[in-house]
């Protein structure tokens, strides 16, 4: 069973609180949880009482394991608790692996309009230089 610590929303609408909690990794966000390790209140006017964590219990968890996710990751450090960096495996993205006619299209119309837009750009920035020394050479 892989456990994680992660924040379950609570609170109501446009105020929300977390309780930030170890639960299964196959457990809903707001699901089941094994152990609730305090709170965290990011609407609270007082940074002091914005979170509240029993480092122990989280220290515990830890070194038995249990990933964080990047949010508690983040609480856990500001708390003091040593977190080791997180080491996970590149995701494996769907999608397509080979090119397509339509995707060379797209490349190739994108460069196009790229060197034509650098193309303005430089006669732009030229039309301004002549004008510039034109008229310094009128002042003078």
């Not at 209140?41 to 964080?68: C, F, K, M, N, T």
Request: charged share 35%.
């Amino acid at each position: 069973m892989t456990v994680v610590i992660r924040m379950k929303r609570s609170g109501r609408k446009n105020r929300p609180c977390y309780r930030i909690s170890v639960a299964d990794a196959r457990s809903p966000r707001d699901g089941r949880t094994i152990e609730s390790l305090g709170f965290y209140d990011p609407i609270s006017p007082r940074p002091e009482s914005q979170v509240s964590i029993d480092v122990e219990r989280a220290r515990y968890w830890l070194e038995r394991g249990a990933q964080p996710s990047d949010t508690v990751r983040s609480i856990l450090k500001r708390s003091g608790v040593a977190v080791v960096p997180a080491v996970r495996p590149a995701r494996e993205r769907p999608g397509r692996k080979r090119e397509t006619k339509t995707s060379q299209h797209r490349i190739e119309t994108k460069t196009a309009r790229l060197a034509a837009k650098a193309e303005r750009v430089a006669a732009l920035r030229q039309a301004r230089r002549a004008a510039a020394k034109e008229a310094a050479a009128a002042k003078a």
